[in-house]
C-alpha cells in the first residue's frame, strides 16, 4: 500500500504505475474534505488517459459492501475541481469494522475485476486498506484526504490549508462582533488529535 501526500503529480505518478491494469476502483471516506473532487478528477482522467477503467464506489466501504458503483469517465469529473465536499459522497462504515463486511467488500472487488484501489481519506480510512489489502492482493494507493493533517508522510494534506483559511475568515468576521461588544469569544475549531488547525490558524 501506497500513501500519496496532496500534489496530483504524486497521484499520477503512482498511476502511472498501475497503468498496466484495465481497471481500478476508487472511493473517499471518513471525513469529507475540500479538495477530494480534485483528487478524484486527477485519478480519473489520468487513468482513462492510459485507457483504464475506473469504478467508483458511492459512501467509502459502505459503498463497496452493497456494490454500490458508476464507472468514472471524463465527462463524469468534469467541472468538479472547484467544488466542495465528494461526488462519490462519504460515510463511516461501522460494519466494514466486521469480518462479514470486509469479506463481503473483497468479494464484490475481485467480481468486478478490480485490479487496484485508490483510496482518498484520513487515518481511519487507510486502516481499512490495511485490513482491505489482507484479504485481496492487488495494490492499494492512499491519497492523504483530511483537513486534521493528521497523517505522516505529508506535509499538508488535502483540505487542510482551506480548513485553515476558512478558520481564518470565520474568526475575522467574529472578533468584529467581540471588539464591538468588548467581549472575549472562545473559538473551537475541528483537528481530532493533532490540534494543528488550531495552531496555524492562531498563528495567522
Do not use: W
Amino acid at each position: 500500500m501506497f500513501f500519496v501526500e496532496f500534489p496530483l503529480l504524486f497521484v499520477i505518478g503512482i498511476l502511472v504505475y498501475l497503468m498496466r491494469m484495465k481497471k481500478i476502483g476508487i472511493i473517499t471516506s471518513g471525513g469529507d474534505s475540500p479538495g477530494m473532487n480534485a483528487c478524484i478528477r486527477a485519478v480519473v482522467r489520468t487513468a482513462v488517459h492510459h485507457n483504464i477503467e475506473v469504478v467508483g464506489f458511492y459512501k467509502g466501504y459502505e459503498g463497496i459492501i452493497d456494490n454500490q458503483y458508476a464507472h468514472l469517465t471524463t465527462t463524469s469529473v468534469s467541472g468538479i475541481i472547484q467544488r466542495g465536499g465528494t461526488i462519490l459522497k462519504t460515510a463511516r462504515s461501522a460494519r466494514f469494522m466486521t469480518e462479514e463486511g470486509i469479506n463481503a467488500a473483497a468479494k464484490n472487488i475481485k467480481d468486478l475485476g478490480i485490479e487496484g484501489f485508490v483510496i482518498i481519506g484520513g487515518d481511519g480510512s487507510f486502516k481499512g486498506a490495511i485490513e482491505l489489502s489482507k484479504k485481496i492482493n492487488i495494490p492499494i494507493v492512499g491519497c492523504a484526504g483530511t483537513i486534521d493533517n493528521d497523517l505522516v508522510g505529508t506535509d499538508f494534506t488535502i483540505g487542510y490549508d482551506t480548513a485553515i483559511n476558512t478558520v481564518v475568515e470565520a474568526v475575522d468576521k467574529i472578533r468584529d462582533t467581540a471588539e464591538s461588544h468588548d467581549r472575549v469569544f472562545v473559538i473551537e475549531v475541528m483537528g481530532r488529535d493533532a490540534g494543528l488547525i488550531a495552531l496555524r490558524s492562531a498563528i495567522a
